[in-house]
């Protein structure tokens, strides 16, 4: 694997990235006897990034790189936009940075694509000690592009590494780390209206250990891919069931951090399920057994009238951003939202159903099997709710709407 930084000029604590920073980002001034050549299209990318416009740089939220050629900037990787599904597809270049166990974490660096050397003895490959996170960014059609809310999944990174045992970076090395990698895999963007960069941050114990005990090393690692729709349906219905014998998480767990164990462990009734022709499995809890908890990889949402209610965060609930967004956004167009116990009974009364996650955005739901009972909500169609939301929210992230939240972070 290649290990030859491309980009090494963030430090522990940066407002934005530096002047000295972005010069070295994909310059083209890289020893050619330690490093692979670039592809043409990115070789010309490299190009443009050293010429920097002194007022680009103006603040922690906005970054701007003027180019000697309009064209270059708007050159994509050559790939079927319109065709685009959720799943991995290798870009050029993800970051790396490292810590020892009992230090903090100090700079950083992009490295080209490629597989990494772990120790079999790696505290993530023999204890799971490893979190990730979930965000994307998002191409406007003047160029610009956008992430959302990226100092939320640094605050729930930290949250995870204070139970998982694992030092995390800081917030603001957080943000900056994606934007770097964001920007060095800018022509993986997709056009507007046609998917987002799905950004996938690891956190995880790369030092060799074989004693139960935290690891002596730990890496953050991100990476990203295009993608389209989680579900096949897009924004249409999806089918789920409702899971009473295997569960998510339990009281004391780790059900609400995004530890990459809670993953695993979904996979099986999520297999059944999906092998049933459902789209994906609702989890109850663990000790009565009758209350709603969440989906796979999405927190769920109930509506009855004017009524919107999701299950409260008590530990064994993922703190989705996503959830926590959507929360806002209805409470501002008029809705009484609940956070609180949901049963079985109350979701099968329910007028609209959806989920929600970083993926997902909003999915709605279009039926619910429980204990072989049936349940359709919104004749088959996307509820008015549903769509309300989806919109509102996907015009924030995509910056189709005026952002009175705060919420949307300018790249370029």
Not at 10 to 30: M, Q, T, W, Y
Not at 342 to 348: H, P, W
Request: proline share 6%; glycine share 10%.
């Amino acid at each position: 694997m290649e290990s030859t930084a491309v980009f090494a000029g963030l430090h522990p604590n940066p407002g934005h990235l530096s002047r000295a920073a972005v010069f070295k980002l994909l310059s083209p001034s890289i020893d050619k006897t330690h490093f692979c050549p670039l592809p043409l299209k990115l070789q010309k990318q490299a190009h443009f990034a050293s010429y920097i416009d002194n007022s680009a740089i103006n603040n922690g939220n906005t970054f701007r790189v003027a180019s000697p050629a309009s064209n270059v900037t708007s050159e994509l990787a050559d790939i079927d936009w319109d065709n685009l599904g959720f799943g991995f597809m290798p870009t050029d270049y993800m970051y790396i940075m490292k810590c020892s166990q009992g230090e903090n974490f100090s700079k950083g660096e992009l490295q080209r694509f490629g597989n990494i050397e772990l120790s079999p003895s790696a505290g993530i490959l023999n204890y799971g000690q490893g979190l990730f996170e979930g965000l994307k960014a998002y191409r406007k059609h003047d160029g610009n592009i956008l992430l959302f809310r990226p100092e939320e999944n640094a605050m729930r990174l930290k949250m995870g590494a204070e139970r998982m045992c694992m030092p995390s970076p800081s917030v603001e090395q957080f943000v900056e780390a994606v934007k770097a990698t964001v920007l060095a895999n800018e022509r993986w963007i997709p056009p507007p209206g046609k998917g987002s960069l799905y950004i996938r941050p690891l956190l995880m114990g790369s030092g060799a250990v074989l004693g139960l005990a935290p690891a002596p090393e730990y890496t953050l690692l991100i990476y990203v891919s295009p993608v389209g729709n989680y579900f096949k349906e897009g924004l249409a219905p999806i089918n789920l069931i409702v899971e009473t014998e295997m569960h998510r998480a339990t009281p004391g767990g780790t059900g609400g951090v995004k530890t990459i164990g809670n993953y695993a462990a979904v996979l099986k009734a999520q297999s059944a399920a999906k092998a049933k022709g459902y789209s994906d499995v609702l989890y109850l809890d663990s000790v009565q057994k009758r209350y709603l908890e969440e989906v796979s990889s999405c927190n769920v949402f109930i509506v009855k009238g004017n009524l919107i209610v999701t299950p409260a965060i008590k530990g064994t609930i993922l703190p989705g951003i996503t959830r926590k967004s959507i929360i806002d956004v209805a409470i501002s167009q008029g809705f009484q939202v609940e956070e609180r116990l949901v049963s079985v009974d109350e979701l099968l009364d329910a007028d609209e159903v959806f989920c929600t996650g970083t993926a997902v955005v909003v999915s709605p739901v279009g039926s619910i099997t429980h204990q072989g009972r049936r349940v359709t909500y919104g004749n088959d169609g996307v509820g008015v709710v549903s769509q309300q939301l989806y919109s509102a929210l996907t015009s924030l992230q995509m910056g189709l709407s005026e952002d009175k939240m705060g919420w949307v972070v300018e790249l370029k």
